[in-house]
């Protein structure tokens, strides 16, 4: 297979991000999240942030979904992108960052559209109504449950959803044979699942740490 990709080397990567839309808010809730020290890695890069508001707004999405919430840089990604009266509910365990996220949404003048619920995400997912489907979903939480996380997100999406899942390279580690952990494992069994689940179409994708696009048939 002929080679039709450009490499990122950081001063590409720093054009990418200067040439998407990122405002000084999303500026600003990145450099507090850096302040948490090494968990920060597990903010959405804001190049995939800028992705997802237009994936949002371009599908008319109404009802969201995000498994993962962090200090809320991709809730604002999304619920930017909903239509009009959209609403996104976003999960998450920590009352810590959170709370950083609910400031933030304030300030964005989003929070009216977001419903938090804090929880073990699983648990949450399996306890939502397959009767209210949502249009747009995102993955970015415990990746030993990534399986788990995919199967319920799929119950609950409408037909023509869309349902974004980060991480899906693990930092190149799905390639590492040493790389051996339970994590990995879980991420490896997910990717090659979405492959070959005619349940969806599916397209993944080198944004960030790796994204797979996943369209409910």
Do not use: C
Not at 39 to 48: F, G, H, S
Request: proline residues 5%; negative net charge; without cysteine.
């Amino acid at each position: 297979m002929a080679e039709k990709f450009t490499p990122l080397d950081p001063e590409l990567h720093r054009y990418a991000v200067e040439h998407s839309h990122i405002d000084e808010l999303l500026q600003r809730l990145d450099r507090e999240s850096q302040q948490l020290g090494q968990v920060a890695v597990m903010q959405m890069a804001p190049e995939q942030g800028a992705l997802t508001t237009v994936l949002v707004a371009a599908i008319g999405a109404r009802r969201a979904l995000e498994i993962g919430t962090f200090t809320g840089y991709g809730s604002i990604s999304i619920a930017r992108g909903l239509a009009p009266e959209g609403r996104l509910v976003t999960l998450d365990v920590s009352e810590e960052w959170t709370a950083i996220a609910r400031r933030y949404f304030e300030e964005a003048g989003v929070a009216d559209r977001i419903e938090l619920r804090l929880g073990p995400a699983l648990e949450t997912l399996r306890g939502l109504p397959a009767e209210e489907p949502f249009d747009f979903a995102f993955i970015d939480a415990d990746k030993r449950e990534y399986p788990d996380y995919y199967e319920e997100t799929l119950r609950l999406m409408r037909p023509g959803g869309l349902l974004m899942i980060d991480n899906v390279f693990r930092g190149g580690s799905v390639l590492d044979p040493s790389a051996d952990d339970e994590a990995v494992r879980a991420v490896r069994e997910l990717n090659d699942r979405v492959a070959t689940d005619h349940r969806v179409m599916a397209a993944m994708v080198g944004v960030a740490d790796g994204i797979t696009l996943a369209l409910k048939r």
